[in-house]
């Protein structure tokens, strides 16, 4: 039986000891690491009107003429002269690109805070703007140089054609002797 009870002896006494603790140095006070509040993101200005552009591109140029009548009648925000300016984008009449430019441009320069948000939009859209005026010149460019060159090769060949009928025009001459002797 004392067997038994040794065991429970031993453990007793090792929890009646307590740790020695000046051999060793006093650890630092645990503080409490600061809480960062992540700021918060500002609303995603941007992605109402890159829909509001997929939503345009569906439409006839008549229904798009329709939606600009009606942003021309509400107040001129930063969002309304970006969306005045997708619309004249695509309807692609006389100058309508140059007009998208400027409103683009007047978003970029714009000291409203609303237009904060936009500016990079507004100045992509203005390059793109640009990009389009400057490749429209030159396919009209092309669209001229392509006419004048039409125009040239279908004088050309009035030129060939009447050469031909003058040669068909003329006598047959001789051959030489040899192959009429032949028959």
């Known amino acids: 039986m004392l067997i038994a009870l040794l065991p429970a002896l031993l453990l007793a006494a090792c929890a009646q000891q307590r740790p020695v603790l000046a051999h060793y140095p006093a650890a630092p006070p645990v503080q409490p690491l600061p809480i960062r509040v992540a ?31 009606g942003l021309l009648q509400q107040q001129r925000t930063a969002k309304i002269t970006l969306q005045m300016g997708m619309i004249l984008m695509l309807t692609r009449g006389s100058g309508d690109l140059a007009r998208a430019q400027s409103l683009f441009d007047s978003v970029t320069s714009s000291t409203d805070p609303e237009a ?18 400057r490749l429209s010149d030159v396919a009209d460019r092309l669209a001229s140089q392509l006419k004048e060159t039409q125009r040239k090769t279908d004088q050309l060949n009035e030129t060939l054609e009447a ?8 006598p047959v001459r001789p051959t030489s002797g040899g192959s009429a002797g032949a028959r």
């Open 39 to 69: 700021p918060v993101a500002p609303p995603d200005e941007v992605a109402p009107l890159l829909a509001y552009h997929q939503s345009l591109r569906k439409m006839t140029q008549g229904e798009l003429l329709k939606e600009l009548s």
């Open 163 to 170: 050469l031909k009928a003058i040669e068909r025009g003329l």
């Open 116 to 133: 904060e948000g936009v500016r990079a939009f507004a100045q992509l859209l203005s390059s793109h703007c640009a990009e389009a005026r």
